[in-house]
């Protein structure tokens, strides 16, 4: 479904051992892409991981956070990622976000990769 909106120097890899999908292209595409995958409903989904956060609001986030939080069936654990660049204009969307997220009662932790 997702293959042939992917340019075509690009890749996709599905792998159903750890249910995670993996898409590298351009950030616009990539985007457009975000929009149509959280648009699904994947009850299930236990990981989420956003890597750029800059064009989406914070009731948007908040929203995928309600999807992948949402009662699942075993362990009922969720984890939502973001991947951000530190000293960027998307460090500044993703502190916004941050204090968002805390105020609607969301735990919320930062770690630093070297």
């Not at 293959?3 to 750890?18: D, E």
């Not at 999908?21 to 985007?31: E, G, H, P």
């Not at 309600?66 to 990622?81: D, S, T, V």
Request: hydrophobic content about 40%; overall charge negative; glycine content about 6%.
């Amino acid at each position: 479904m997702l293959r042939p909106l992917i340019s075509p120097n690009n890749v996709i890899n599905v792998n159903p051992g750890n249910n995670s999908l993996i898409i590298t292209d351009y950030a616009d595409n990539l985007q457009r892409l975000a929009r149509i995958i959280a648009a699904m409903d994947l009850p299930n989904a236990s990981v989420a991981i956003q890597v750029s956060g800059s064009w989406g609001s914070r009731q948007e986030e908040a929203q995928r956070l309600g999807r992948i939080l949402r009662p699942k069936e075993g362990q009922n654990q969720a984890w939502f990622y973001t991947l951000v660049t530190a000293d960027s204009v998307e460090q500044e969307y993703a502190e916004r976000r941050q204090l968002f997220l805390a105020e609607q009662g969301y735990p919320y932790r930062i770690e630093a990769a070297d």
